[in-house]
């Protein structure tokens, strides 16, 4: 889900889309896109805004850029702006008019969703970052199963004055 405005963010998110924002030297969404990868994702479905671009080229083959790379001999960073070959990206378009919230792009991507198979959605600012390589959906995804639940969610502790202020998971 990254179709959002990212209001919060402002001025910044003006001219930057929030899942775009860099964490060091990628954007947030990668991490996230990394951590999917680690966990076995084949199929990563981005529900992104109407006005969305930057993400789409992010995860675009930019041969200009490849080309001159490799024609001012820094052969070395091509990896870097290598597309995305371990997973398929697919995009959908939210309509910036009508319903809001995160229920809708849930409901839009549900259609590529095939009956009995299972989907994982993750927010476009939801950052996952792991030291010892390992996915944080991979660890999800093996404690639901073995749980025999039918899903799981990620939360992060919060103190008790700012409870008001998120969404609460009770053990």
């Known amino acids: 889900m990254v179709a959002g405005w990212g209001t919060r963010m402002l001025p910044i998110t003006k001219s930057i889309e929030k899942c775009m924002l860099p964490v060091g030297t990628r954007p947030v969404i990668d991490y996230v896109v990394q951590d999917l990868v680690g966990a076995g994702i084949k199929d990563i479905y981005f529900v992104v805004g109407e006005q969305s671009s930057q993400i789409q080229s992010f995860y675009r083959t930019n041969i200009p850029l490849a080309d001159y790379l490799r024609s001012h001999g820094k052969e070395d960073r091509l990896p870097l702006i290598a597309p ?38 993750v927010s ?39 409870v008001s202020s998120f969404g609460i998971i009770e053990k």
């Open 84 to 121: 995305l070959l371990s997973a398929d990206t697919h995009f959908i378009t939210q309509p910036s008019t009508g319903a809001y919230g995160t229920s809708v792009p849930v409901g839009l991507a549900s259609e590529f969703v095939e009956e009995g198979e299972s989907a994982i959605v």
């Open 124 to 162: 476009g600012d939801q950052f996952f970052f792991r030291t010892d390589g390992g996915s944080n959906t991979a660890d999800l995804i093996k404690l639901v199963d073995g749980a025999g639940l039918s899903a799981g969610l990620f939360g992060n502790p919060v103190p008790e004055e700012k």
